[in-house]
């Protein structure tokens, strides 16, 4: 089996290492995009667990410039590119009333232009049978106060999935989404909605990043070779009852 080439961006957090794991397994060539500075414990473990390569690659995914880089970068090192998964998210706690243009505009930047961007880059370099996973949110759908910016790129990206799944299809290539509920990561326990009790999350209800990583794994997989467009819950069934 040829190894597949595969992006993941927001690699260094919960859900995006989770993700990248999943992949290592199957001998993945692996680009973990970041942020965040660092990145050679994950690349180690990666490699450790069967990936046939994996670097970590520090980038701005708001900024077309890195974007277009990290996406040369997987094709130039791993000698093409099969898949991305967007994973990069931020979230900021703040009344709707007190937020700025430039909260805004952040959070858009990270959990929709960036997912934006990366596909119109693979759009243009990715081979007939590639696919494109979102990581959205059930924010997208039933969300809480505190969160709207977050909330509405959420729902956007829902959105342009459909969209991008349109015209992926005459390239060959998939796009879906999923829309993960209660999971134990860090973004998580930061809440101060969680914090203060306002939203109680049942531990039946919490999931693990393990779990998102099981379901982008299905829709990137041969198995899933029929599905382009769909946005996929994965919330234990908590939203059902919400």
Known sequence: MVSRSVIVTGGLGDIGLAVAKSFAREGASILLVDARAGGDDAVELLLGMGAAAARA????????????????????????????VNVAGMMIYKPVIDLTAADWQRLLAVNLVGAALFTAHAFQRMKPGGCIVNVASVHARRTSPLVAPYAAAKAAL???????????KPLGIRVNAVLPGAIETAMLRA????????EVVDPDDLGQPEDVAALVAFLASHAARFITGEDVVADGGRMGRL
């Open 57 to 84: 690659y520090q980038a701005d995914v708001g900024d077309d410039t890195a974007v277009a880089g990290a996406v040369a970068a997987a094709c130039d090192g791993f000698g093409g590119l099969d898949v991305i």
């Open 158 to 168: 829902v959105s342009f999935t459909r969209s991008a799944a349109i015209e992926g």
């Open 191 to 198: 809440s101060p909605n969680i914090a203060s009790g306002a």
